[in-house]
Each structure stands twice: as C-alpha cells, then as structure tokens.
C-alpha cells in the first residue's frame, strides 16, 4: 500500500493504490488527488490543471516512487520562489505503486495551503 506523509502537518495516509476516488483535480492518485481525498490543507487554485503553481510541494523522501517531471509541470516550477531540486506540483506528481511498498514524504509549503489564501 502506497504512503504519503503530508509535512508540516505529520498526516500519514495510507491507501490502496488503483482502488481511490478520483477527486477530477490533478491527475488520478496524484499528491493532489490523495490529498483532497484525504481532507489535507493544500491550495490548488487552477484546478489542478498545470496552470498555476499554487499546488508546489517539497518531495523530502520517495522522489523515486513518483512519475517522472514532464515539461508542463517543469515549465511551470521555475516560477516558484522557493524552487528547490525536489520541488513539484501536487496535481501531477502521480505516487507509483510500483514496488510492493511506496513511501513518499512532501512538505506542503506556507504558500501551498489554503489557509493562507487572501
């Protein structure tokens, strides 16, 4: 079962992969549909269409469990202020279940979570 741990938060949500409700925002089992599924604070004001850059999280552990950077979603990093190497947006980092067990661990950034929203 795949895990991801929302940081600063410390939510850890475990769940079966290909078996979660598709919230249509971002792409299927993406950090952003776990994350609406799931109830965790992160801002996604275009949709989850790669439109903005409002969903950037930090990937601190797991890069390799996720799908690879496509040129949409890096065309649209480097307007980030906090870019970073791990940076990515939640609405297309889709978590690979690849391997018997995949863990991911992001850090959802002050900018990123809806409560800071004007």
Known sequence: ????????????????????????????????????????????SCGGICACITCHVIVKNGDDCLS?????????????????LHSRLACRAVVLSKAARSEVTVEVPDSSMERNRA
Request: aromatic letters at 8%.
């Open 68 to 84: 690879p950077m496509e040129k949409d979603e890096e065309d649209r990093l480097y307007r980030t202020s906090n870019l970073s």
């Open 1 to 44: 079962m795949p895990k991801i741990i929302f940081q600063p938060s410390n939510t850890t949500v475990e769940y079966e992969a290909g078996a979660l409700a598709y919230q249509n925002e971002g792409k299927a089992e993406s950090i952003l549909d776990i994350a609406l599924n799931y109830g965790i604070d992160l801002r996604h």
